[in-house]
């Protein structure tokens, strides 16, 4: 099985930042909370040899929400917080970019999961990817992940059915989806 991992940030593992925060983005520290349990999941991850990589949209930048410096200050949280419950993320990718600008690293596109292949010298082809938005789910079927929705972010069953494509499992939250891959799902 492929030791590799791909999750996105924001109602994975930590609370969506959507309805509650400044202009719905975690633009400071403060604004960062762990989600229950996921930081137990990623430490289960990485005790069970899985190199995980961190994924996720921050348009919040472009938009002129917040800095590229305070995004750099909720990674230290968000890592410092993981490390010190024993979990280690390999490598944090983020898309500062909107829609009308065109790039290609802006989920659904690939180009984070691209430019992890390459600066990391791997093949993320069968491995999870673990999202709770469309996007994610999207992303990872183009590059031949397993995708995993889990519903502790913005999206719940119903709104699944009008999508185009399907996640290949549902699960409540990061630890569960977790206890299902480290427990041997396929």
């Given at each position: 099985m492929n030791k590799i991992i791909?999750?996105?940030?924001?109602?994975?593992i930590n609370k969506d930042p959507a309805g509650w925060t400044k202009h719905n983005y975690v633009t400071c520290p403060e604004?960062?909370?762990?989600?229950?349990?996921?930081?137990?999941?990623?430490?289960?991850?990485?005790?069970?040899?899985f190199d995980i990589i961190i994924v996720?949209?921050?348009?919040?930048?472009?938009?002129?929400?917040?800095?590229e410096k305070e995004l750099e200050s909720v990674t230290?949280?968000?890592?410092?917080?993981?490390e010190a419950s024993g979990g280690i993320i390999k490598k944090v990718y983020y898309c500062l970019h909107q829609d009308k600008d065109f790039c290609d690293c802006?989920?659904?596109?690939t180009g984070?999961?691209?430019?992890?292949?390459?600066?990391?010298?791997?093949?993320?082809?069968?491995?999870?990817?673990i999202g709770d938005g469309k996007v994610d789910i999207e992303a990872g079927q183009k590059k031949g992940l397993k995708t995993v929705l889990v519903l502790s972010g913005k999206t719940d069953l119903a709104?699944?059915?009008?999508?185009?494509?399907?996640?290949?499992?549902?699960?409540?939250?990061l630890k569960e989806a977790v206890e299902f891959i480290t427990g041997g799902g396929k």
């Open positions: 791909v999750i996105d940030r924001d109602g994975v604004d960062f909370h762990f989600l229950p349990g996921a930081k137990e999941a990623i430490k289960r991850l990485s005790e069970n040899g996720s949209n921050q348009a919040g930048i472009s938009k002129g929400y917040y800095s230290r949280k968000m890592l410092e917080g993981l802006r989920k659904p596109k984070m999961l691209d430019r992890a292949e390459k600066e990391l010298g791997i093949n993320v082809k069968g491995s999870f990817f709104r699944i059915a009008e999508w185009p494509v399907k996640p290949d499992y549902i699960f409540d939250d």
